[in-house]
């Protein structure tokens, strides 16, 4: 009885720590669109379509917000236990740790489940509807029109595909310019660096290390190729822009059986693809997939781990929490943009990178409980 009591007690006073960090975390998340607020307004776009957009961005948000609410929630509460001499009573009175800390797994398990549905299904499409409520507002950023490794037609007359892009560093760049369904002329370059006028809507690229190939448009036969050092290339937007079609899809837009089924017929997601570019992009998508899955797990590998680290604290100042959280959070975000970063080497199998702090944390976690039992 005693044991139900007390279980009752640390579930529920956590459980109501977590919503308000939930709530805290969710804010400071969002002051950096305030500006973006501003912006649409001042253009004229009603307030209620504001609210929409970003109502529709907090599925994404919760993706990263609700696994540090469970870790720092948990660091301050098994703190305040540990400080406040709780958990030496509990322990006198002949309740271990795991039966303290079972409510709190338990919540955290439920947790997952609700971030592997948020991350499978609902962030993927809130991130399409706000990019196509963006694109139909003419916000969208227009180097998010190009996709990494396969061939962009969204253009009118032209076809472009770029290998790699880093900021307004564009690399392995094919321009082809169509007369009808003939091809023109084909502009091959190693970089491109871009601008965006945005009173003109004008996307301009200049090329470098440039090989330009001309075409017969009857025979498709190249009649002449030149070489450059810098080419300038001009992309009007107008027409892009303005269009209110459906916005092609990226890996993070697609649920995660969309996901797995797009990594296993690659060609027919993406028919324009090149070759060497096959296995990068299933490697992008692995990665985007294991992401996905181990930001959910990371809802019980940071309470499993963050009992006995806010125990071992022992302090009543938030600060020590706080930190140890922010701490633990980087290492574990780390790994992800490692795994992000190495998408070009796939066989260096970057999509197993995001499961070791997952297990790690796990195995790290209940060792320290076992030690403290």
Known sequence: MMVRVLNRYVG??????????????????????????????????????????????????????????????????????????????????????????????????????????????????????????????????????????????????????????????????????????????????KVGIADYDVTNCVLRIDLQQVRISEFDTDTGVATRTLSADSYPLQLNLDSILSKKGAVRKKPSDMGFMELILAIRNIRQVFPDILEENVAPMRAKMAVDATQRVALALACFSFAILGIPLGIQSSRRESSVGIGLALIVFFLFYLFIIIADALVDKPEWRSDLLPWIPVLGAQLAGAWLMHSRR
């Open 12 to 189: 529920w006073d956590f459980f109501k720590s977590f919503l308000l960090t939930v709530a805290v975390l969710t804010f400071v998340m969002y002051i950096g669109t305030v500006v973006k607020a501003i912006d649409y307004m001042s253009r004229g776009i009603s307030g209620l379509l504001i609210m929409k957009i970003f109502a529709i961005q907090i599925p994404f948000t919760l993706t990263f917000v609700i696994p540090m609410s469970v870790l720092t929630t948990v660091l301050l509460h098994f703190g305040r236990l540990s400080a406040d001499g709780e958990i030496t009573a509990m322990k006198a009175s002949g309740i271990s740790l795991w039966q303290v800390a079972s409510p709190v797994l338990l919540l955290a398990a439920g947790l997952t489940m609700f971030c592997l549905w948020i991350n499978s299904e609902v962030a993927p499409k809130s991130h399409y509807a706000r990019r196509q409520l963006t694109r139909d507002l003419g916000d969208e950023d227009p180097l998010a029109l190009l996709s990494e490794g396969t061939f962009v037609d969204d253009f009118p007359g032209v076809k472009i595909y770029c290998g790699k892009k880093d900021g307004h560093r564009i690399e392995d760049i094919i321009f082809i310019k169509f007369d009808e369904d003939a091809a023109e002329f084909e502009l091959k370059a």
